[in-house]
């Protein structure tokens, strides 16, 4: 069964404290993993696409890398800004698309 | 308009009631989706459209049905609602079936 596992469900960091974020997943023959942020009320906001192991995204303080059983998204001194719900998904053969619960982020100044 | 539009933003709606959510798109995108958003669950696609004419089930059809008779439209339709409808609603669009989802600012809906 296609599955992906984010952790951890809630994570709260000092302004400039780096950390990173959990996508676990299993799915046969990933046709891609897909990074969103999303906003209280709002809708989720595309931020990466991996499409292979090793590959790796960047952009401003965040950085996305892919396994072949899970995917990492760095926070490098973040600020109160980046404060929202991370949210992972993945794209099976059938054109499914599976997400995950999220990680909460909160960044304190 | 750029981008994805919902209607209506919020509904009440009573048990056995039919209920249709609207979502357009103004980006020619060929690809469109729909999920519900609830507590402890993420997000669970419902429905998709690969291209105008076609349609295909996700995770959690039961229930709903949808249409694209264009490229731009793409309703969701609850023939008789239940309290186990009660959700929030995102339709998204892509390019193609392989690209990066835009996503809907929701509906929320409640089924008493």
Request: hydrophobic share 30%; glycine share 10%.
């Amino acid at each position: 069964e296609d599955q992906v596992t984010q952790s951890p469900e809630a994570l709260r960091l000092q302004e400039g404290e780096s950390s990173s974020l959990n996508c676990s997943y299993t799915v046969s023959g990933l046709r891609g993993l897909f990074w969103y942020r999303q906003d209280p009320g709002k809708g989720p906001e595309f931020l990466f696409t991996l499409y292979s192991a090793g590959e790796e995204k960047e952009k401003e303080r965040l950085k996305a890398t892919l396994t072949k059983k899970e995917s990492f998204l760095h926070i490098t001194a973040p600020k109160p800004e980046d404060s929202a719900t991370y949210l992972c998904a993945v794209q099976s053969p059938g054109n499914q698309f599976y997400f995950g619960t999220g990680t909460s982020l909160t960044v304190i100044p | 308009i750029a981008g994805i539009t919902q209607a209506p933003t919020s509904q009440i709606l009573a048990a056995g009631r039919r209920m249709t959510l609207r979502c357009t798109q103004d980006m020619r995108h060929n690809a469109m989706y729909w999920y519900r958003q609830d507590l402890g669950l993420g997000l669970r696609l419902i429905h998709y459209s690969n291209t105008a004419g076609t349609t295909g089930k996700g995770e959690v059809p039961d229930g709903y049905s949808v249409s694209r008779a264009n490229t731009d439209d793409f309703p969701l339709t609850l023939a008789s609602a239940v309290p186990s409808q009660t959700s929030v609603y995102f339709c998204a669009s892509s390019r193609s079936g392989n690209n990066e989802q835009f996503f809907g600012p929701g509906t929320r809906l409640t089924v008493l």
